[in-house]
């Protein structure tokens, strides 16, 4: 493993690799594999909603032009290869022989369907995928094994944006002809298809290692094998995931032998884990972000002061201090037992676009306490601080602890923590003040960040599609705005620290910490984890 992911690697405290247990080689007739994972898919549809545990599902099921492997490089999918033309137009070549699950032959129209069916989703939430899409101005089809992609503007990162957005067949619209020229709706009048018909199996159509045998949002959603896969076959003929959302109950399955694998074990349960050989313990650091998103737009804000009077969310001062009340390395030690990289800056140091050598982010309550003054809160304000209690590691805690610093420098705050089912949906409502947020790259630099979380929301240019704090700012904006269309990188890399040195400064984002990802399974398997958190049923394997 080489490039930034190993720098992330070697300063975290626990290695990137299996913890070999005693492990043995499963009995032959082993065919079900068995997982246990840590939050809910909201849906079977690959277009739905861009999160880790539907990524976990799709990844299975269906393919990309671009695919990222375990430890985030990009890799051929779909395509076999791809050349940039000029700054805007990319000609694809793609892969031949290849089937989705009904038989269809998969081709060019098929990824010209992909891109009109995103445009068309009156499911997507929060504009997942159509960002993507929205910034094409052409689309060409140039044969079955070809096609040609036109960007409105440069897109030094459309590659990785690829890698996340999963092909569907045409046949979904009975091969009906499409022309991305022919506006939002590429000249086909519907019907397009809809979420319920991927929960129900009937549009589930990839052409990935697995078949959707059936989907549950809240139990068992249960893949089969697809033996006509055009690559390696997985070792597993079925395979069951399973939503267990409370750290005490994935235990509880896999001590008992209900489930093979579990996602994220409680932090405190590693050390007897560890012990145990009957089992074994894989981690892998990540550039998953855990911060606080705060209101900055709306005044009075609704959950600060009781949605009375001024926010002062919206001063600097107070952002500042809310961050300087933060003490980063307790977090890790005592919260996250280690399971976490205290944050300095918006990813991890050695990352594109990072501020090279920047210590973890100051903690100092008694400055935290002159700029609240300074601000004129000089006892402090009221507010509710929204989490999720099943989605990150120690989530739940980790809000109290949060809320704790903030009242020791005079901010008397509430938790409502709740299941990540609820929380998305409010949030992408932009109902919360000040809430917890989580997020992995899906690029190795800060633009990847910096466009969707920060840079002022506009909806038609897909940019800041999750900025849910409304923030605006005009030096950000042309910073991290010219980066988010510069192919030069080394001169992007200059704007992104510009970006991030403004962003620090005006603290709309407060940056926590970098989590590992950790997985437990029982002796007789082998897998080393990822960094983008999913679990991949065909990367796990009967030891050897």
Same mark, same amino acid.
């Given at each position: 493993?080489?490039?930034?992911? @190993?720098?992330?690697?070697?300063?975290?405290?626990?290695?990137?690799?299996?913890? &070999?247990?005693?492990?043995?080689?499963?009995?032959?007739?082993?065919?079900?594999?068995?997982? @246990?994972?840590?939050?809910?898919?909201?849906?079977?549809?690959?277009?739905?909603?861009?999160?880790?545990?539907?990524?976990?599902?799709?990844?299975?099921?269906?393919?990309?032009?671009? *695919?990222?492997?375990?430890?985030? /490089?990009?890799?051929?999918?779909?395509?076999?290869?791809?050349?940039?033309?000029?700054?805007?137009?990319?000609?694809?070549?793609?892969?031949? %022989?290849?089937?989705?699950?009904?038989?269809?032959?998969?081709?060019?129209?098929?990824?010209?369907?992909?891109?009109?069916?995103?445009?068309?989703?009156?499911? *997507?939430?929060?504009?997942?995928?159509?960002?993507?899409?929205?910034?094409?101005?052409?689309? =060409?089809?140039?044969? =079955?094994? $070809?096609?040609?992609?036109?960007?409105?503007?440069?897109?030094?990162?459309?590659?990785?944006?690829?890698?996340?957005?999963?092909?569907?067949?045409?046949?979904?619209?009975?091969?009906?002809?499409?022309?991305? @020229?022919?506006?939002?709706?590429?000249?086909?009048?519907?019907?397009?298809?809809?979420?319920?018909?991927?929960?129900?199996?009937?549009?589930?159509?990839?052409? %990935?290692?697995?078949?959707?045998?059936?989907?549950?949002?809240?139990?068992?959603?249960?893949?089969?094998?697809?033996?006509?896969?055009?690559?390696?076959?997985?070792?597993?003929?079925?395979?069951?995931?399973?939503?267990?959302?409370?750290?005490?109950?994935?235990?509880?399955?896999?001590?008992?032998?209900?489930?093979?694998?579990?996602?994220?074990?409680?932090?405190?349960?590693?050390?007897?884990?560890?012990?145990?050989?009957?089992?074994?313990?894989?981690?892998?650091?990540?550039?998953?972000?855990?911060?606080?998103?705060?209101?900055?737009?709306?005044?009075?804000?609704?959950?600060?002061?009781? %949605?009375?009077?001024?926010?002062?969310?919206?001063?600097?001062?107070?952002?500042?201090?809310?961050?300087?009340?933060?003490?980063?390395?307790?977090?890790?030690?005592?919260?996250?037992?280690?399971?976490?990289?205290?944050?300095?800056?918006?990813?991890?140091?050695?990352?594109?676009?990072?501020?090279?050598?920047?210590?973890?982010?100051?903690?100092?309550?008694?400055?935290?306490?002159?700029?609240?003054?300074? /601000?004129?809160?000089?006892?402090?304000?009221?507010?509710?601080?929204?989490?999720?209690?099943?989605?990150?590691?120690?989530?739940?805690?980790?809000?109290?602890?949060? /809320?704790?610093?903030?009242?020791?420098?005079?901010?008397?705050?509430?938790?409502?923590?709740?299941?990540? $089912?609820?929380?998305?949906?409010?949030?992408?409502?932009?109902?919360?003040?000040? $809430?917890?947020?989580?997020?992995? &790259?899906?690029?190795?630099?800060?633009?990847?960040?910096?466009?969707?979380?920060?840079?002022?929301?506009?909806?038609?240019?897909?940019?800041?599609?999750?900025?849910?704090?409304?923030?605006?700012?005009?030096?950000?904006?042309?910073?991290?705005?010219?980066?988010?269309?510069?192919?030069?990188?080394?001169?992007?890399?200059?704007?992104?620290?510009?970006? %991030?040195?403004?962003?620090? =400064?005006?603290?709309?984002?407060?940056?926590?910490?970098?989590?590992?990802?950790?997985?437990?399974?029982?002796?007789?398997?082998?897998?080393?984890?990822?960094?983008?958190?999913?679990?991949?049923?065909?990367?796990?394997?009967? /030891?050897?």
């Amino acid at each position: 493993m080489t490039g930034p992911i @190993a720098t992330i690697a070697r300063r975290a405290l626990l290695p990137a690799m299996a913890l &070999a247990l005693g492990a043995a080689s499963l009995p032959a007739s082993a065919q079900t594999l068995r997982v @246990a994972l840590s939050a809910e898919t909201t849906s079977a549809d690959p277009l739905n909603y861009s999160m880790t545990m539907n990524s976990t599902l799709r990844h299975h099921i269906f393919e990309a032009l671009i *695919e990222n492997d375990a430890d985030f /490089a990009l890799k051929p999918g779909l395509a076999t290869s791809w050349s940039r033309e000029s700054d805007l137009a990319w000609v694809f070549k793609l892969r031949q %022989g290849v089937t989705f699950h009904n038989g269809q032959a998969f081709g060019a129209p098929d990824v010209l369907f992909t891109f009109c069916r995103a445009l068309n989703n009156k499911d *997507e939430v929060v504009q997942s995928y159509s960002r993507i899409i929205r910034r094409i101005a052409k689309v =060409e089809v140039l044969g =079955e094994d $070809s096609i040609r992609i036109t960007t409105k503007e440069p897109e030094p990162l459309f590659l990785s944006d690829l890698a996340n957005l999963p092909l569907l067949p045409r046949s979904l619209i009975n091969n009906a002809p499409l022309d991305f @020229a022919k506006g939002e709706d590429c000249g086909y009048a519907g019907p397009w298809p809809t979420a319920s018909q991927f929960n129900d199996g009937s549009a589930a159509i990839g052409t %990935g290692p697995y078949k959707l045998r059936s989907y549950s949002r809240n139990a068992t959603t249960e893949l089969v094998r697809n033996d006509a896969y055009w690559g390696p076959k997985p070792a597993w003929e079925s395979v069951k995931l399973t939503p267990v959302t409370a750290a005490g109950p994935r235990m509880a399955g896999l001590l008992a032998g209900d489930f093979d694998m579990i996602e994220s074990p409680a932090t405190g349960d590693l050390p007897k884990l560890r012990q145990n050989p009957n089992f074994a313990i894989a981690s892998k650091p990540t550039t998953r972000m855990i911060f606080v998103q705060l209101d900055t737009a709306r005044s009075p804000s609704p959950f600060v002061n009781g %949605g009375q009077g001024p926010n002062p969310l919206q001063d600097v001062r107070v952002r500042q201090a809310l961050s300087m009340a933060i003490d980063r390395k307790a977090i890790e030690s005592r919260v996250m037992d280690g399971l976490a990289l205290p944050a300095a800056q918006f990813l991890p140091d050695g990352m594109g676009g990072t501020i090279p050598g920047l210590p973890v982010l100051p903690y100092d309550p008694a400055k935290a306490k002159e700029l609240l003054k300074e /601000a004129g809160y000089p006892d402090g304000f009221s507010m509710t601080f929204h989490s999720t209690n099943n989605r990150y590691i120690n989530d739940a805690r980790l809000a109290q602890v949060l /809320a704790q610093f903030w009242q020791r420098i005079g901010v008397k705050v509430e938790v409502d923590a709740m299941p990540s $089912s609820v929380y998305f949906g409010r949030r992408g409502k932009r109902e919360f003040s000040a $809430s917890m947020g989580g997020w992995g &790259a899906d690029a190795p630099e800060t633009l990847a960040f910096f466009r969707i979380w920060m840079l002022t929301t506009d909806s038609k240019a897909g940019i800041g599609t999750s900025n849910y704090g409304g923030w605006s700012y005009r030096p950000f904006d042309e910073a991290a705005g010219a980066a988010n269309t510069t192919m030069d990188e080394a001169r992007r890399m200059e704007l992104l620290r510009e970006a %991030g040195r403004i962003g620090l =400064e005006q603290m709309p984002i407060i940056p926590v910490h970098y989590e590992s990802a950790v997985w437990a399974f029982r002796k007789g398997l082998a897998y080393g984890g990822r960094v983008d958190q999913t679990t991949y049923a065909p990367d796990i394997r009967p /030891a050897q």
